[in-house]
Each structure stands twice: as structure tokens, then as C-alpha cells.
């Protein structure tokens, strides 16, 4: 955890800086004043900075991927964790097959209701 200032700010401020540094980057990469991201055009757009949001160099992303992987270790390590991960995951994959189906179902809907206009038309 970062040590905090009197201020109560968190002391990793340059981790803080570099971030928001490469975020203005991203927004502001191959702008024309037209929009906030400047659109695509062809020199990335917006997406240009987007790799500066990582990690750089070798330590920090082994640092990264250690923290990953430690807590990837832990969620997976106890049980009632791994069994409460588990009912989500299943939660969220039917809600996203029934909002799903349900789209499927309003778009044979509304081919059926178009159908019948053109029917109606032609008669």
C-alpha cells in the first residue's frame, strides 16, 4: 500500500503522473480541435498513447505480473472465494444468453410485423 503525506495524498506520484501523462497522450493524439480524441486519422487516433498506460520496463511489468499472478493464487486457492466467483461468472454468462434471447426474439418480432406490412402493401 503507497505511504500517504501529511495531505493524505499517496506518495507514488510518479506512477499517478506517467498515468495521467498517458492519458492526455491518448486523448490528445492526432487531434484536430474538432473533437476530444481527434478522431481516426490514420496515425492511430485516440488509441496511439494507449500502450503508454502499461508497464515500460521489465521490472515494473514482472512486478505486475507477480501481483497478478499472487492474487489470481489466492482467488483460486480458497474455496468458498472460488465458489462465490463461480455462481457470479454463471450469473452474468445467463443474464448475457437471456438479454440475448431476448434480442433475438424482438428482431423475429419485428421481421414478422415487416412482413406483414409488406403483405398488406401488396394486397
Partial sequence: MAKKNKSG???NSKADKRMAKALCAAMAAGGNGKNGFGGFNGNGGFLRGIGKLLPSRKSER????????AGAAYLLSDENLRGKLIKSAMKAYA?????????????????????????????
Fill in 9 to 11: 495524498k499517496s506518495k
Fill in 62 to 69: 514482472f512486478l505486475m505480473g507477480l501481483l497478478i499472478g
Fill in 95 to 123: 443474464g448475457l444468453a437471456g438479454g440475448f434471447e431476448e434480442i433475438k426474439e424482438q428482431i423475429a418480432d419485428y421481421k414478422a410485423e415487416l412482413e406483414a406490412e409488406l403483405q398488406d402493401a401488396d394486397a
